[in-house]
Every structure is written in C-alpha cells, then in structure tokens.
C-alpha cells in the first residue's frame, strides 16, 4: 500500500466508523476503488486502524470510562454476542468481506430502516445509557450481530438497537461508541492472531503503514464523533439512510451493468 491510499483508507475509516453508513462497507468499496488487492495485510489494515477510532471514543469520554465497575460489566454483556458469532462465523464473514455487491445491497436495506427510524421509535425514556439494565444490554448487543453483514453498519444497527430499547438518539449513539471499544479491540486482537497463525510477519514497511492509518484515523474520529453527536440529536437519521440508498444503488447499477468498481 502506498501513503495515498493509507490516507484515504485512514480518512474513511476514521469518517464513517461511528456514522451510521457502515465503515466496513466503505472500506470494501474505498479498496475497490483504488484498485488495492485484497491481500492479508490489506484485510487486516481494515481492522487494524480500528484501534485509532476507539482511542477517540475513550480520550472523549475519558470520564465516563471511569464512572463505575458497571459501566464495564454492561459493556462486556453487549459484547458477548458478538464475541460468540463472530468466531463461529468468522469464514464466513471473511468471504462476505470481499463481496461489494453484498455491501451495496445492505447499504440500501439498511438505508431504507434508518429512513424511519425516527418515526418508529419516538417515545424514548432513557437520556443516559449508564442507566439502562444489563439485560438492555444484552438485547443491544443482539442487534450489534447484525454488522457482520458487510454494509450493515456496527454503530447504525447499534443505535437503532439502543432506540428500540427507549434509548435517546443520544444516549443511543454514545452507548454504540462505548461498545465499539471491545468490540473493535476484541476483533483488532483476533485478525492479528490469525496474521501470525498463517505464517505472516509485518515488514517495516507495513509496520508505517499501519501506525499512520492509526493515527489519521484517530484525528478524524475525533472530528466525526464531535460532529455526528451534534447532527442526529438536532436532525435524526434520515439523511444518513438517503445517502446509503443513493451509494447502495448506485454500486448495484455498476455492478449489474458489468462495471468494474476500480478506477486506478
């Protein structure tokens, strides 16, 4: 990988991570794009620079990190479903993750939803999440599974878990950036093992990619959270559903007309 496209991978990453619109997906297109092959760095830089975005949650909200035990028994409930599905699943998941038609056609779907989201659940009780159950958590957790669809978005189907349990768009969202620290860090440490498992060792050169995807991932998170939190709690979701629909189908257009994705 070059320092161009270390950036630009850094710089959606670090946009779309906690937005509504699926990192992950954009990733997979952002690669196809430029023409980067799917080797084993790559799909392990994709994850990697994680690590960069969840530090921005925990420097953000450095103080909420230190609240209570509970705070941390809740989000190691949330956790736990993904942590079961995603090592009995994790093959498949590999090979959805090469697939930019499955991440176009979960853009739309998942566009579609957060164009009424607003409307489906606008009576919520809770502004604080530290105030909901374990069992709430639990539940969140549940719809946090359904991000392993490449294009379903972890923070989207998060937030919309959080507001199907009375959850403030708010609260919502902040829950789904708390839970994206183990989580992301619990899949980071995985895709590193399985580096090392089959045989792989970093060279320099990777090693200096993956530090400065880490920290312009970092920068821009910190831009991106600041600025989402402010958006969806004044103006809610819908535009962020438009703008999947809008990518989803045009991705679908190309794909179906024989278009190939990569422009470089």
Known sequence: MTLIETLVLAIVEGLTEFLPVSSTGHLIIATAL??????????????????????????????RFFRSWSFYFKLFVAFLPAAFFGLLLSDVIDNMLESPMTVAVTLVIGGVILLFVDKWFNNPRIEDSDK????????????????????????????????????????????????????MFGATAKKLLDFYLDGY??????????VVGNIVGFVVAIIAIKSFIGYVTKYGFKAFGWYRIIVGGVIIVMLLSGHSLSVL
């Open 34 to 63: 430029l023409g980067i092959e799917p080797t084993a760095f790559v799909k392990l830089f994709t994850v990697a620079i994680q690590l960069g975005t969840i530090l921005s949650v925990v420097i953000l909200y450095y103080k």
């Open 132 to 183: 909901i159950s374990y069992f709430t958590a639990l539940k969140i957790g549940l719809f946090q599974c359904l991000a392993m669809i490449p294009g379903m978005s972890r923070s989207g189907a998060t937030i919309v878990g959080g507001m199907a349990q009375k959850l403030t768009r708010k609260a919502a969202a902040e829950f789904s950036f708390f839970l994206a620290v183990p989580t």
């Open 201 to 210: 060792a970093f060279t320099q050169q990777e090693i200096n990619v993956l």
